[in-house]
Nanobody, 126 residues
Framework: QVHLVESGGGSVQSGGSLRLSCAAS????????MGWFRQAPGKEREGVAA???????RYADSVKGRFTISQDNAKRTLYLQMNSLKPEDTAMYYC????????????????????WGQGTQVTVSS
């Protein structure tokens, strides 16, 4: 069982930055895929950024050039650095993981992930 805990959300003004963290525990080390997803009120959950345990990453078009996903394997922590935030980035952000290979566009598809954190709220004001 994989346990994920997000932190780092908050309220910022447009153009500001936040860094989200996701601490993972409860599993034996092996190859895994992790991602950040978000869900705004009244909208479906969408993929933001994803990474495997190597260097392969994938980003939603809406965040390319502004968000960066990274991970510290020693700390078992996934990060999402968010710069140049916009009001439309306002959402609940979730960390997710799967132990099954997730390739290509599937990296940003929520249905391919088995384990989810409780979420952290990000609010960007104009």
């Amino acid at each position: 069982q994989v346990h994920l805990v997000e932190s780092g959300g908050g309220s910022v003004q447009s153009g500001g930055s936040l860094r989200l963290s996701c601490a993972a525990s409860g599993y034996t080390y092996r190859t895994y895929y992790m991602g950040w997803f978000r869900q705004a009120p009244g909208k479906e959950r969408e993929g933001v950024a994803a990474s495997d345990s190597g260097s392969n990453t994938r980003y939603a078009d809406s965040v390319k050039g502004r968000f960066t996903i990274s991970q510290d394997n020693a700390k078992r922590t996934l990060y999402l650095q968010m710069n140049s935030l916009k009001p439309e980035d306002t959402a609940m952000y979730y960390c997710a993981a799967t132990l099954a290979p997730v390739l290509g566009p599937r990296k940003l598809a929520p249905e391919w992930y088995n384990y989810w954190g409780q979420g952290t709220q990000v609010t960007v004001s104009s």
